[in-house]
């Protein structure tokens, strides 16, 4: 059993280091493309990259780009930018419910 547990951990941490890596990278460059709906399109996945990196890489990465993305030139940028920065709260928020194990009234919503 102890094997198996070591074995899915390491396959997690591959898995996440390639998303790091592939996926991350270009991700933050697309963001800063001059076309205007890619940045928009970029806006609407990065709160599922930041699920599938970890708090630590949003933090560090992903949140920064959203920040700068919130005073982009365009306004429809700017509303995407703001809806993804609320999806990943809401995403966060979730995430620790379920952990702690608890579901509030007030958080029935969630």
Do not use: W
Not at 7 to 22: D, K, N, P, Y
Not at 81 to 88: E, P, T
């Amino acid at each position: 059993m102890f094997m198996n547990g070591l074995i899915t951990v390491s396959l997690f941490a591959a898995m996440q280091e390639e998303i790091e890596r592939g996926y991350l990278r270009r991700a933050m460059t697309l963001c800063q493309d001059t076309d205007y709906i890619v940045r928009i399109n970029m806006c609407d996945g990065l709160h599922c990259l930041a699920a599938a990196v970890g708090l630590e890489v949003t933090v560090a990465t992903i949140l920064p780009e959203i920040l700068e993305l919130m005073k982009d030139e365009e306004p429809l940028v700017r509303v995407a930018a703001i809806n993804s920065l609320v999806a990943g709260t809401r995403m966060m928020l979730q995430s620790i419910v379920m952990h702690a194990g608890v579901r509030s009234h007030a958080c029935s919503h969630l």
